[in-house]
């Protein structure tokens, strides 16, 4: 409840902000203040302490420890975003603090969305996580590509909703007594009638829509491409993973009980996902579009959560959202700062910013799953959720399978950076920078040696 | 009125603004699409909530009330994104000077 309240206020605060000061510093430093507050606040509502405000509501919301830990991770990778990138988001327009406050509103959906207990706060959660991202991927307004990605994303994302609410009515006219509680759903669908399948497929779809999982993941690579770079990031980590928290969530409280019936659904969508991924980022040559495939690719493992539903799988998935924000993060800030955006551009890399050349190895290292980093774990446990099921074990080696194939495009950087001659570049890395992200990589390789510091969390009860 | 006529209506509705949202190439008109599927699912959720209020009435009088008040949601929701939505479409007509979707495939490689 703190996370929700506060992030709103903050947004509101940061649009004050922009007004009362033209200084573009003094309007970061109030981000970030926001979002350090924010992150404690959340900590605090763990049970570290007691939560500000506690209002009934009438359990539309469901706090847990669950959500809780993931909204800690999401506000401190917001953090390391904003040390990371926050002058790079001063670059993108003259309303610097407006982008900062339509952050601030996208973190209160992710808060609504991670901890929803009504299919009504599920969509209200996704609305506000999206209506602000149609205004950050247009807020480049001169630039043709960014207008472009804004609308292909605002028809897609919009029409996805219009999906969603389908599928949310059809459950509404299915259920018998006329509910919108998750939990309450699944008891009352009886013997699943074809209302309730329809709804429940059309509510798949959609979220695989907001997920990026093939087949529905076209808009993707546009929209990561066009949009300014920093807000790529911020799309393809934060909120991404939070769209995999409330559909981890509505899965496993609503339909856990004939997870039999919608389980091949998924498996083909895993497979296409991998697949199409991992491939189409082969051939690509701007590292920035591969990154989006590659968050396809992601995604696809991320959904190896959704197909089991148990322990490992729910342990797995905050580990993997905090191993590959992290790591996409760290890529992006790097990426961000440099004028090329191709493989060609990563050349030499090693020479003339060594310290930016071995950290972004270490996240890359990380994406591709190579052990003693995070990414290491993060696939290791949606794996083992597979195994420990028994069954779509084929899913599993063909993942294996495809996550080889994603050494090839993630090493292609690597190789670009330590083993190709280029021009020196002028990259703006002051000490700071180059400060935060070893502190970045070291969290990568502290997930990838100790993972049970932060499944532990999840043990702490929850008041 | 059967509750079954309510859904051939709505999923009817629902269906021609899907095909506008894929055949069209006005951005405003695949908009107005988007507008007509919203609105379909308005009338279902309406249709809905007075099938379990009958349903339900002699155990809990406010029966059904949930599905009305989520049209409220809907509506408000559809407030905001036509907001955010036409001043994207404005923003495009002043870079190209048309609404035509076929125009964007510069991200295209």
Redesign the interface.
């Known amino acids: 409840m703190n996370a929700i309240i506060i992030s709103a206020v903050w947004g509101i605060v940061m649009m004050f902000s922009g007004l009362l000061t033209s200084n573009k510093s003094t309007v970061r430093y109030v981000a970030i203040g926001g979002i350090i507050l924010l992150f404690i606040a959340n900590l605090m509502d763990l049970g570290m302490g007691h939560p500000f405000f506690s209002i009934d509501t009438r359990r539309m919301l469901y706090f847990d420890t669950f959500p809780l830990v993931f909204n800690a991770i999401a506000y401190g990778c917001t953090l390391l975003y904003f040390l990371l990138s926050g002058r790079d988001i001063e670059q993108v327009g003259v309303n610097v603090a407006e982008y900062f406050a339509l952050i601030f509103f996208v973190l209160c959906g992710v808060a609504i969305a991670s901890s929803f207990n009504t299919l009504?706060m599920l969509?209200?959660g996704i609305?506000i996580i999206s209506?602000p991202l149609?205004?950050l991927t247009?807020s480049n307004?001169?630039n043709?590509?960014s207008?472009?990605?804004?609308?292909?994303y605002?028809?897609m994302g919009?029409?996805s909703?219009?999906?969603m609410?389908?599928g949310?009515?059809f459950l509404?006219?299915a259920s018998?007594?006329?509910?919108?509680f998750i939990d309450e759903i699944s008891l009352l669908g009886g013997p699943a009638s074809p209302?309730f399948m329809a709804g429940l497929l059309l509510l798949l779809i959609s979220m695989a829509f907001k997920v990026s999982a093939a087949p529905f993941h076209f808009w993707t690579?546009?929209v990561y491409?066009?949009a300014p770079t920093v807000f790529t990031s911020f799309m393809a980590t934060i909120v991404k993973a939070a769209v995999f928290i409330a559909f981890i969530r509505l899965f496993f409280d609503s339909f856990g009980e004939i997870q039999a019936r919608w389980q091949i659904f998924i498996s083909i969508i895993i497979a296409a996902t991998l697949f199409i991924g991992n491939l189409t980022a082969v051939f690509q040559?701007?590292v920035k579009?591969m990154l989006a495939y590659s968050s396809i690719a992601q995604a696809g493992f991320m959904l190896f959560a959704i197909l089991t539903l148990n322990q490992i799988g729910r342990d797995g998935l905050l580990l993997y959202t905090a191993a590959y924000s992290v790591a996409t993060i760290g890529i992006f800030a790097i990426l961000v700062r440099m004028k090329d955006h191709s493989f060609e551009g990563f050349n030499g890399l090693a020479k003339h910013h060594p310290v930016l050349a071995a950290t972004n190895t270490v996240f890359l290292l990380s994406l591709a799953g190579i052990p003693l980093t995070g990414g290491f774990f993060a696939k290791f446990y949606m794996l083992a959720a597979v195994v420990k099921t028994g069954q779509s074990l084929w899913l599993v080696i063909f993942a294996v399978l495809c996550a080889a194939v994603s050494i090839y495009y993630y090493f292609r950087v690597i190789q670009a950076m330590y083993f190709k001659d280029g021009e020196p570049q002028q990259i703006d890395s002051p000490v700071a920078f180059r400060v935060l992200l070893v502190i970045a990589a070291l969290i990568i390789l502290i997930l990838g040696m100790f993972p049970q510091w932060l499944i532990n969390t999840l043990e702490i009860p929850y008041i | 009125m059967p509750?079954n006529y309510y859904?051939f209506l709505?999923v009817t509705l629902?269906c021609i603004?899907?095909t506008g949202?894929l055949t069209r190439r006005n951005?405003i008109i695949?908009?107005m699409c988007?507008e007509l599927?919203?609105n379909?699912?308005n009338l279902?959720?309406v249709a809905?909530?007075k099938?379990?209020?009958q349903?339900?009435v002699k155990l809990n009088p406010t029966?059904?009330i949930?599905?009305q008040?989520?049209v409220f949601?809907?509506m408000v929701?559809a407030a905001?994104?036509v907001s955010?939505?036409l001043?994207?479409?404005v923003?495009?007509y002043r870079?190209?000077h048309s609404v035509d979707?076929n125009f964007?495939n510069?991200?295209?490689?």
């Open positions: 009504l969509f209200l609305e209506i149609y205004i247009g307004k001169k043709l590509k207008t472009e990605a804004s609308l292909k605002f028809l919009s029409f909703t219009g999906i609410l389908l949310i009515t509404y006219g018998s007594k006329g509910t919108f209302l690579p546009d491409d066009g040559q701007s579009r | 509750i859904i709505a629902f603004g899907v949202v951005a695949i908009f988007i599927m919203l379909a699912v279902l959720l809905f909530s099938m379990h209020y349903e339900m029966a059904g949930d599905g008040l989520f949601f809907i929701v905001a994104e955010v939505g001043a994207i479409i923003m495009m870079n190209t979707v964007l510069r991200l295209k490689h």
